[in-house]
Each structure stands twice: as C-alpha cells, then as structure tokens.
C-alpha cells in the first residue's frame, strides 16, 4: 500500500473554490484508477491545523507507490487539480509514505 496525504492553506476567500475542486477531482477520477483504493477529501477540524492555516487535506490510497507515479499523478483529473492549486493556495504540502503497519481500534467480537 502508498499514501499520499496533502494539507492545503487557501488564499483568503478561496475556501470554498478549493472544496469544490477537492470535491471536482474525487467525482473525476472515481471508478477511473483500479489501483486507487481509497480518496478521502474535506474541511479540517483540528484547531491546532486551523490555527496554521490548514483548512483542507486529502488521502489517498493506492496499492502501490508504482500505480501512484503511473496512474494517479498523470490522471487528467489530477492534472486539472494542480493546475488549480496555485490559484487557489496560499501552501500546500505533502507526505507520501508506505504504510509500515495498520493498527485499528476495533476488536472483532464472536457472536
């Protein structure tokens, strides 16, 4: 598995342009990418981000950090999705990583 976590800061009165790019991109590339295993995407609750200027953030999930670079980066989607990013952000940043474990806090009861 590869992640790809992104946090934005949008320019002053682009909040809701980039929500809605956030939101364009997920319909974009939804049923596309068969290496994608998952794309969340929406407003930050945190105080401690909100208090930096972090607004939004995205996840995605992919099976493998080869589909990210062959799939995921060069999607049409993706493409128009940074191409907007620069009008409207402020920053951005990301942590792309190979998750080294999966911990849940759900036990599994027997019934």
Known sequence: MFEHY?????KP?????????????GAG?????????????GANVNTG???????HACLARLTSETAFK???WNHPAHRRLL??????CEERFALDYVPEATV???KEHAV
């Open 49 to 55: 981000g909100l208090q930096r200027g972090f607004t």
């Open 6 to 10: 992104v946090v934005f800061t949008p």
């Open 13 to 25: 009165g682009r909040a809701d342009d980039l929500a809605q790019a956030l939101s364009d991109f």
């Open 104 to 106: 849940t806090g759900r």
């Open 83 to 88: 191409e907007r990013l620069d009008e409207l």
């Open 70 to 72: 062959d799939q995921y």
């Open 29 to 41: 590339v939804h049923g596309t990418l068969p290496d994608l295993l998952e794309l969340t995407f």
